[in-house]
Nanobody
């Protein structure tokens, strides 16, 4: 089984920074992609940043402010969030596409979410 654990959420004022971390653990053969999604009350979950191999994609709303990075050795993905805005307030979820030791295919896993709240 594979588990994703996020950390680093919290409360920030507009213009400040936060850094999220997500570590994958379990029977992992390899991870092909990792990323971050977020969901605000009453809204659909949306992609924030996603890293597949060496390439990264960002939502237009965070481009230039957020940076995704990954430590392959520790199966950890980070999200550096700068110049935070109140509209960044959401529950942030980590996701990973994982090939497990006992699986023939890649499966997608999700973390439990970490809350980010940005005040004006």
């Amino acid at each position: 089984q594979v588990k994703l654990v996020e950390s680093g959420g919290g409360v920030a004022q507009a213009g400040e920074s936060l850094r999220l971390s997500c570590e994958a653990s379990g029977t992992i053969l390899y991870i092909s992609a990792m990323g971050w999604y977020r969901q605000s009350p009453g809204k659909q979950r949306e992609m924030v940043a996603y890293m597949n191999g060496g390439s990264a994609d960002y939502a237009a709303s965070v481009e230039g402010r957020f940076t995704i990075s990954r430590d392959v050795a520790t199966d950890t993905v980070y999200l550096q969030m700068d110049s935070l805005k109140p509209e960044d307030t959401a529950l942030y979820y980590c996701t990973a596409s994982v090939r497990g030791y006992y699986s023939d295919d890649e499966d997608d896993y999700w973390g439990q979410g970490t809350q980010v709240t940005v005040s004006a």
